[in-house]
């Protein structure tokens, strides 16, 4: 199994770095590049982004724990997210969260001990009138049942 | 002539299937031998019907609908032979769905091609900038305000006086920023016309920069929405090349360029000084006003910032219609909104209408009650943070004033129903879940009360001292309500007190004083 993603290193992080700090506000642009190439936000590229924008440490780490969606460590091959919110509640979603946790045999927030799935919430897709909905890294599924959702963990399985 | 068929590329429609009906579509054509030409539409928002596609014929677009890729053959030939299908729809525009709608703001939602600006043009895009070149700032504002137009966000303000306060504040810079960080579940209008249409936003967006004299802005979009940002990225650049972006728009002396930003899961993100902040690059948290954003806003510069559906608006009132807009509706809410029928509805999807329809006639005669075939129990209007309302609210008509007065919002114009088998002391506990997890913590009501909030309903769905403790949920939703910095923490007494008011019973047992007293 190899991953998706490359594994970190310092030149590369340099490099992705050079690519976005002229820009206004750049933190978020970076810390999404950071996790679009390594899967998450290693920790050494911390110090590097606060030294490229001339902010402190303690700056940078205080954007990158406020967002949902960056990651401390490395998520699985396949990530699952599945819509938790109020539209996908309405048409069933709880009892579907539950199926894909008891599929996997992992609360949600969590990866697989083979690393191969991460099971994340998501506070919707904006695919509210097919709900229940989620996504599959980055493919949208919508009007989800319990075989769909199975299909859905299958395909994430493999 | 070459076939054309309509397939939406809305996220919606390609998450039950659109992409691969396409496919079968072309592979479909390809076996019979006949010329096909596909366009990737938009959708037209009649998302129980999706996959829905169409087909241009003499008499207009003939549509077929849900469509699966198992139907697709089947549905050619008929196409093809022009011989009935239990899936054709007829003409689209006389599905009585869309037809009792009035389409301003999603005239061309799920029309035309989203990635080309002749196709903009041609259905009447690029208008309103064009008459805008030639008038002043002034009359640009007068039209905006004429409209009477108000902040389709949720907070309702006038677009025109925010507007106003931006061209009239002095400074270097000044910064146009679209607020498309729609996080409120049952909302979908804002990712569908930047996924449908996303010149009509960068046109309402280019306009506003003449306006008040700003060169740039940002559009913020959620991460949850790869398919929007991909599609406002693609039409921005489309812009750029055709001088719909950049130095000298179409020949004038206007500079204006727009940049995508995208945000990181952060709900409070949607609120309008918290974006600036993440914006800038920072932790979303909300600012105090004063300053407004229009004084100080982006960069500490003046900032008009606006939702999607505000400045989608724009073009069609600068197109000479500032008076046809504000002819629709009641009272002081102008014009149209875009509604959005959720959850657990048989005919979920936008609607577009005259402010004034009734929640009723939203619910079960345009929405068609619930897809369960269950009774509809309660409806939750505005998003997360908007009230729940019981049958008995039904009559109210949608406006803001009038949802005001019966302790709610209409917010972004979003409607997720729910059926009788919903638990409303589990709705009322998520929704102080909900503001716990994401509230930005810098005011002590909201990060405090909400966690509150949730160990107390809690006890009360233990069926521990349970007036004791629902006076101590009212007590926390007062000082939420009164003592927050913004709408999160503000707003979000709004679900749990609507839901103890409608559906006392789902909280445990009457207290045994009022039982006896009735």
Redesign the interface.
Known sequence: MTSAYESWNEARGAEIIAEHDKL??????I??AMQEAFGYVPEPAIPMIASA?SLSRA?VH??FT?????RHEPAGRHVLKICR???????GGDALAARAEAKLGIAIGNTTPDARVTLEP??????????P?AMLD?R????LDEQRLDALVAEAQR | MTMRIFVSRD??A???GADDVARALEQAAIKSGIAIEIVRTGSRGL??L?PMIEVATSQGRVAFGPVSAADAASVFDAITAGSPHPLRLGLTEEIPWLKRQTRLTFARCGVIDPRSVGDYRAHDGYKGLERALTLTSDEILADVTASGLRGRGGAGFPTGIKWKTVAQTSADRKYIVCNAD???????A??MIMEGDPFVVIEGMTIAGIAVGATKGYIYIR?????AVAAMNAAIAVARRTGYLGERIVGSNHTFDLEV???????VCGEETSLLE???????IVRAKPPLPAHKGL?GRPTVINNVLSFAAIPFILAGGAKAYADFGMGRSRGTMPI??????LH???FETAFGVTLGELIDDIGGGT?TGRPVRAV?VGG?LGAYFPRALFDTPFDYEAFAARDGLIGHG?I????DS?DMAK?AR?AME?CAVES?GKCTPCRIGSTRGVETIDKIIRGERTSENLAVVEDLCNTMKFGSLCALGGFTPYPVMSALKHFREDFGPAPATLQAAE
């Open positions: 206004e506000g750049a933190t978020l642009v810390l999404h924008l700056e205080g954007v406020f967002y949902h969606d960056f919110a109020e539209a996908c509640q309405a048409a998501i506070y919707c897709l904006g695919l509210c009138a097919t709900a909905s980055g949208v599924v919508g009007r | 996220a919606g390609v998450a039950v998302y129980w999706e729609e996080g409120d579940s049952g909302t979908f804002d990712r991460s949850e929405y790869p398919h930003r995208v945000g990181a899961g952060a709900y993440s914006l800038e690059g920072r932790r979303g960069f959005q029928l959720a959850g657990n509805i979920g999807g936008l897809f939750q997360p979003g997720v129903v729910f059926d919903v709705q998520f909900f930005c």
